[in-house]
């Protein structure tokens, strides 16, 4: 039996979803020994409120803290600015992590455990997060951990052609989140739920998103018109924080959040982090895309409908795979006539249909069997060898 540790060390909760059904899938078996760790309180509530009751039981949930007054005053000085409790929980609880045969992860922090702390009998297997293009999720970084598990060909062969995986380091699984979250819905209250609905989806980045230079005539535009219902649900890192940091690409920019006036427009729904921002609720429900980098575009596109992008950068995208997914729809340059645009992108959705068909075939290999079981055969064979039988 092996000793296996899921681990949700993140601000928010939206890259739950892409490794708690392995998780219970693993637990469902009771082959191994499963611990899920978490740092905030409030990815417990969520882990308790997505899992199956009957399997949560039969793992252990176990809350990491910073140990050290150090890393305490360090989180305490650094936190409005950067994510520093989340970096510091790993060496405040290496013994903790040193217990486990393999950490399970959808994000590339947890590397610091064999790349700063000496851990390298610790087996990481990364899940990703979203079946998106950007060039991050395909870096070096990717190379140091021991498995790899994928939801499509497309991202199986980026990873072993920009970030040097080799075959027996990947394992092709599908798209986990989809067994957990395919059927999530919002239930909108706009008063004319009949009308088409606009997701407005941008990604927190500032020198990829379409926010910091458009967003807010994005949101002009959908006022006091009656031809769309909008639903305005940014990546749910966009407005963590007062000040946006990323590192790939190195960004720095203050974030201000949507005016009160869009309050009173009942055909707006606002929604600037909660879990219905990632749990599928809102790509379920809308008829129509707008975004820019984000990967849930991927989601939406499950059933191919009408898409439009912010190129607000300028970008010469055509060609560059990290900007494979403006093939789906019209590329705008601005947010000018943007109602109108949309319509226009409505009517032409069948000249864009084939090639969402193409991205959807690539990006998620899917089957008859879930994929969170997929992933769990994965795990265990990496783990264990082959699979008896």
Not at 255 to 276: F, K, L, Q
Request: net charge neutral; with cysteine.
């Amino acid at each position: 039996m092996k000793r296996i540790c899921f681990l949700f060390n993140h601000d928010q909760t939206h890259q739950l979803a892409h490794s708690l059904p392995i998780a219970m899938a693993l637990a469902a078996r009771g082959e191994h020994h499963i611990v899920i760790a978490y740092a905030r309180e409030a990815i417990r509530r969520e882990i308790e409120r997505q899992a199956d009751p009957a399997l949560l039981a039969k793992v252990d949930l176990v809350q990491l803290t910073l140990k050290s007054g150090t890393s305490q005053a360090l989180a305490g000085v650094l936190e409005r600015l950067v994510p520093a409790t989340k970096l510091l929980i790993y060496r405040d609880n290496l013994d903790f992590f040193a217990s486990f045969d393999a950490v399970v992860v959808s994000e590339k922090t947890t590397l610091l455990l064999k790349t700063r702390y000496g851990l390298t009998n610790l087996k990481l297997i990364h899940t990703r997060h979203g079946a998106g293009d950007r060039a991050i999720g395909f870096n070096p970084e990717s190379a140091k951990f021991d498995l790899v598990l994928v939801s499509g060909p497309k991202i199986r062969d980026r990873l072993m052609a920009d970030a040097g995986l080799k075959p027996d380091q990947i394992a092709l699984v599908g798209y986990p989140k989809f067994d957990l979250c395919a059927h999530n819905r919002f239930a909108d209250r706009f008063p004319a739920p009949e009308r088409p609905t606009v997701i407005y989806n941008p990604h927190p980045s500032p020198k990829l998103s379409s926010w910091f230079r458009h967003g807010a005539a994005v949101l002009e535009a959908f006022r006091g018109q009656d031809r769309y219902n909008l639903i305005f649900a940014p990546h749910v890192m966009l407005f963590e924080r007062k000040w946006v940091v990323t590192v790939d690409p190195p960004s720095l920019a203050r974030v201000v959040p949507p005016g009160p006036a869009y309050a009173s427009e009942a055909r707006i729904h606002i929604d600037t982090g909660s879990a219905a921002s990632s749990d599928m609720s809102y790509t379920n429900r809308a008829d129509i895309y707008l975004g820019d980098v984000s990967s849930q575009i991927y989601e939406f596109l499950r059933e191919p409908r009408p898409c439009l992008f912010l190129n607000s950068h300028g970008v010469d995208w055509r060609g560059d795979p990290n900007y494979l997914h403006w093939q789906a729809g019209p590329v705008l340059e601005n947010a000018d006539g943007l109602l109108d645009k949309i319509d226009a992108a409505v009517a032409a959705h069948s000249d864009y249909a084939p090639a969402q068909e193409a991205l959807i075939a690539a990006t998620f290999s899917l089957s008859q069997r879930p994929s969170a079981e997929r992933a769990a055969d994965a795990i265990t064979e990496f783990l264990e060898g082959p699979t008896r039988g």
